[in-house]
């Protein structure tokens, strides 16, 4: 499959899935401990690696122990970036997370400078301004009082970046190393399913959370969190398969970067106006033009980082 249509794919899921996570977060578990919901997600994501390897097969004869061990990681990392994920959407809506999550391509070539010894251009300097100044003004539209949360938030979403950025090199560096790509996606889909155990039960307080929201709910908590895991497998297939691919990392991660914060802007808006409770976003006037404003200038700052 073309990986633009893999992106396009994968921008349409993961702006759902934030959505979903904003709507549970708020609406289930009234923007407490939400973290706790990745038990759930940790045992779907297993389950639904036992069942894309009996469908579709596996094969790990031809893998080294390291490359299966390696996978397993990336996948472990990204289960266990939920945690400061989570802690940013009890703080931020959807828009505002969807614009602060936009470190990734910043963080892409601040890692090829650091690990393969690539150069800065001029015009990459300028894109890392852009794109670090649009969080800021979210946070300096807001008010004074909650200015803090937003700078908490921002915190949050750079270390959950961080973690996603590692766990997708890793999957990158590696490549398939004599694997299918659904072998290597089930071995990250594992890894990611131990990891979402990890970060749920990773305190007593979650744990209990979770099982407090389970009886609460009389279960129906579950439906949009298991729709949520079907997305979430979706988006992260998309994600890794097109990374692999395309030309280069930095131009696949490019279009994903420039195409999810203006998805997630509209549809925010849009889902508002038809169900409040899934949207859930500021609609005044300043709200919307300050968001409007950063996904400027995050769209900007990342096309002009791929110009060199």
Known sequence: MNWLILMAINVVSDSTRIFIDNYVTDYYFKGKESVSSKIFYGYAGLFFALLIGVIFGVNFSNATVSTIMLLILAGFISGIAGIPYYRALELEDST???????????????MGWFLLGEKFSPLQLVSFVLILVAPLVIVFTARKRSRHLKVKAIMYALLYVIAYVVSALIFVLEGLNGLDIISALVLVQIGKGLGNL?????????????????????FRVIHPMFLNSIIGIVADFCYRYALIIAPSVALASAVSDTAEPIFIFFTGIILTLISPKVGREKLNKKAILAHMFATILVVAGVVLMQIT
């Open 96 to 110: 505002s997370i969807g614009i602060f999550l936009q470190f990734a391509p910043v963080l892409y070539l601040i």
């Open 198 to 218: 990890a970060a749920g039960y990773g305190r007593v307080r979650w744990r209990k959370r979770f099982y407090t929201v389970l009886r609460k709910t009389k």
